[in-house]
Every structure is written in structure tokens, then in C-alpha cells.
């Protein structure tokens, strides 16, 4: 078991004893999402700390995408919700980036790759999203590369 996962179990444990309702939810959530990462596939896998990002990383955009959409259809309480239950899981998630800090990362990804039209975004996004790594929405680095190379 990862560190983190197992940082997740004792903190589910202990949002269980405080009787943190959404935390203790949100955590039961999370760590049945990492069980069925580690045991999709042919054969079961221990996840490493860099996968279990991963899933929290789409587990807390499905959260977004959710308050998104309870916010349009006019159910403000039911985006409360998503929204707490995504502070509980940006809290296990790494610090995300900055503005500034991503125009530096694209800036520097653009140089090295030698692009210089739109055409070349998929060789500028390879470059780049291993060094993103679950700290930017994959949306927002696309639209930062998508404005780089525009001009």
C-alpha cells in the first residue's frame, strides 16, 4: 500500500470517529476509487503515490464538473456539497500551479520542442504534461499551450 493510501485509511478512520460526515464520505469515495484502479486491468497492481494522485486528480474534476452542473440547473445545495467534498480531496492533491508559474512551464516546453504554430500543440502537450503531473486541470494547460503558440 502507498503512503498516501495509507494516509487516506487513517484519516478516514479518523474523520469517522469525529463524525465528519462529508470527510468521511468523500475519503470512502476516494479509497473505493483507487481499489478499483489497482484491480482494473488483466491482473491486480499495487498502485505507487503518482497513481493514486492520478485518480484523486479525476475524482476532484469530477467534483468541479459537478458543481458546474448543479450550479446551472439551480440546485445551489447540492453544488455545496461537491464543493466540499473537493476541498476534502485537494487536500491529498499536490499544490496546483500558478498563472505565471504555467507560462514559465509552457514557455519552457515550446523552446525545447522547437514549436511554433497551433499544428504542433500534441508535441508540446507530450512534453509538458509529465512535468504538470495532477498540479494544473489538463484544460488549462491546453489553453495556455493553445495561446502560446497562437501568438
Keep these: 500500500m502507498s503512503t ?3 494516509r487516506l485509511h487513517d484519516d478516514l478512520t479518523a ?3 469525529s463524525r465528519e460526515e462529508i470527510t468521511a464520505a468523500t475519503l470512502r469515495m476516494a479509497l473505493t476509487a483507487v481499489k478499483n484502479e489497482a484491480v482494473s486491468g488483466t491482473e491486480a497492481r499495487e498502485l505507487s503515490d503518482q497513481d493514486v494522485v492520478g485518480v484523486l486528480g479525476r475524482e476532484a474534476k469530477k467534483r468541479r464538473e459537478a458543481a458546474t452542473a448543479y450550479d446551472d440547473a439551480g440546485r445551489p445545495e447540492l453544488a455545496e456539497r461537491e464543493r466540499a467534498e473537493l476541498a476534502v480531496l485537494e487536500g491529498y492533491l499536490p499544490a496546483q500551479l500558478g498563472d505565471d508559474e504555467l507560462v514559465v512551464l ?5 523552446a525545447e520542442t522547437g514549436a511554433d504554430s497551433p499544428k504542433q500543440m500534441g508535441l508540446v502537450m507530450k512534453v509538458l504534461t509529465p512535468r504538470i503531473a495532477g498540479r494544473a486541470d ?14
Design 138 to 151: 489538463g484544460g488549462r494547460v491546453a489553453a495556455a499551450v493553445k495561446q502560446a503558440l497562437a501568438g
Design 106 to 110: 509552457v514557455a519552457d516546453a515550446i
Design 4 to 6: 498516501l493510501e495509507q
Design 15 to 17: 474523520a469517522i470517529r
